[in-house]
């Protein structure tokens, strides 16, 4: 069990630009969720899917966010057009079927310049 | 909806005194409770949960939790606090039906030699 693993760790770019964050789940966790954390908060709930199913969204996705998870197994977030308040660390987290414990990854911070 | 409320924003103690960080949640059915830990620019790692039954759990690190139904609370001890303890902790609620946690705002622990 090598726990949650998220890519890259730390991310910065210009606005305006797209970023692609990867997380990959505990094996065989079925579930898989993204938050958002910005300075002295706690995560925020973005989207959940269950295997390649995407079946929560919270309305804090707005239309330039996009996640999949094509196979079932790792995941995508991908923002487009980032903007400064997009900057904040996105936190990647699985469960297995039957289990409401969420495991977490390291998170991947992002600053936009 | 659900919310979490972790009143103390800051709490300072002395090491190898006790510790108690509060947690109160909101939500109209039976909750399923957690405490994570987040070490600065890291993710968040499990201390303990609350499903059912005992009302006091024990956790990772010499860590224990008491769930009141009464006062919707979900509180966090530890007798003797380490210097290794300062962190930044939070309190998380997660509904029987929906997948997503509700995390509280986080209660940053500082611990003096």
């Known amino acids: 069990d090598t726990g949650v693993s998220q890519n890259p760790r730390h991310k910065i770019t210009k606005r305006g630009q797209n970023v692609t964050f990867r997380c990959d789940p505990i094996s065989e966790h079925n579930r898989l969720y993204w938050y958002r954390q910005t300075l002295g908060q706690g995560p925020e709930f973005l989207t959940y899917f269950q295997n390649e199913a995407q079946l929560e969204k919270s309305r804090l996705l707005s239309d330039r966010f996009s996640a999949e998870r094509p196979k079932g197994s790792f995941s995508t977030l991908e923002i487009q057009r980032t903007e400064q308040g997009d900057s904040a660390m996105y936190l990647c987290?699985?469960?297995?079927?039957?289990?409401?414990?969420?495991?977490f990854g390291p998170g991947t911070r992002l600053l936009v310049l | 909806a659900q919310s979490v409320t972790q009143p103390d924003i800051h709490i300072t103690v002395s090491e190898g005194a006790s510790l108690e960080l509060r947690c109160n949640y909101s939500?109209?059915?039976?909750?399923?409770l957690f405490w994570y830990v987040q070490s600065p620019g890291q993710g968040l790692q499990l201390l303990l949960k609350y499903f059912s039954g005992d009302t006091l759990v024990q956790g990772i690190k010499g860590f224990e939790a008491e769930f009141k139904r009464s006062q919707s609370s979900f509180n966090l001890r530890k007798p003797s606090v380490h210097w290794s303890d300062a962190a930044e902790y939070f309190c998380a609620v997660g509904a029987n039906y929906g997948q997503n946690f509700v995390f509280g705002p986080g209660t940053r622990l500082s611990v003096l030699p």
């Open positions: 987290a699985s469960s297995s079927m039957g289990n409401r414990t969420q495991y």
């Open positions: 939500y109209g059915a039976t909750p399923y």
